[in-house]
């Protein structure tokens, strides 16, 4: 069973940094579990942006502000796109 918990963002950030000074022997199974583990949750991070910049969007003052924020969007969803292939 997969459940889903909330924790605040501030210690996500943390256990990030935490976990990129860690730094294990490469090619040992807790480097490979670190690896996977700072892979997920930097890709939170980058989900809660892209988030943020999809209401940029949507709260935009004017129709300049408006296609700014929509380019930002699209920069970011595009990387997003990219990094969830590998």
Same mark, same amino acid.
């Given at each position: 069973? *997969?459940?889903?918990? +909330?924790?605040?963002? $501030? +210690?996500?950030?943390?256990?990030?940094? /935490?976990? #990129? !000074?860690?730094?294990?022997? %490469? @090619? &040992? /199974?807790? @480097?490979?579990? *670190?690896? #996977?583990?700072?892979?997920?949750?930097? #890709?939170?991070?980058?989900? +809660?942006?892209?988030? %943020?910049?999809? $209401?940029?969007?949507?709260? !935009?003052? %004017?129709? *300049? #502000?408006? %296609?700014? !924020?929509? /380019?930002?969007?699209?920069?970011?969803? &595009?990387? +997003? &796109? *990219?990094?969830?292939?590998?």
């Amino acid at each position: 069973m *997969c459940k889903k918990v +909330l924790i605040p963002l $501030s +210690l996500l950030e943390i256990i990030i940094e /935490v976990l #990129e !000074a860690l730094k294990p022997q %490469d @090619h &040992s /199974v807790i @480097h490979y579990e *670190c690896a #996977e583990i700072l892979w997920r949750l930097k #890709e939170i991070i980058q989900k +809660l942006e892209l988030r %943020d910049a999809y $209401s940029n969007i949507i709260f !935009a003052n %004017d129709e *300049c #502000e408006r %296609d700014i !924020a929509r /380019v930002e969007y699209l920069r970011q969803k &595009s990387y +997003l &796109s *990219c990094t969830d292939t590998q």
